[in-house]
């Protein structure tokens, strides 16, 4: 599967962005989905993920009720809005893709996006 994420940009403190995750090749509906971050000098690290069928989400701690992940299989697409954005969210963002299961590490994804750089203004 092919994954092409967009959506990103610069935005203020406070203020809300949404990305988007296209996805071809392999049939969607049957992935489960994830949105990484790596900020300039740190590792990739888990954002949210969500079941193949939606309807199960996974979050970090540190985006828990300011971010929320969701999909649209007839749109073969996933996205994540982002609210509430704080400085320290300032990273390029990737989506993930993996059969069926979700999970919430970076080595049990096969398939990877090139990446949305958000940068969030103090």
């Known amino acids: 599967v092919q994954l092409q994420a967009s959506g990103g940009g610069l935005v203020q403190a406070g203020g809300s962005l949404r990305l988007s995750c296209a996805a071809s090749g392999r049939t969607f509906s049957r992935y489960a989905m994830g949105w990484f971050r790596q900020a300039p000098g740190k590792e990739r690290e888990f954002v949210a993920a969500i079941t193949w069928s939606g309807g199960t989400t996974y979050y970090a701690d540190s985006v828990k009720g300011r971010f929320t992940i969701s999909r649209d299989n007839a749109k073969n697409t996933v996205y994540l809005q982002m609210s509430s954005l704080k400085p320290e969210d300032t990273a390029v963002y990737y989506c993930?893709?993996?059969?069926?299961?979700?999970?919430?590490?970076?080595?049990?994804?096969?398939?990877w996006g090139q990446g949305t750089l958000v940068t969030v203004s103090s």
């Open positions: 993930a893709a993996r059969p069926v299961i979700i999970a919430t590490t970076a080595s049990e994804y096969d398939y």
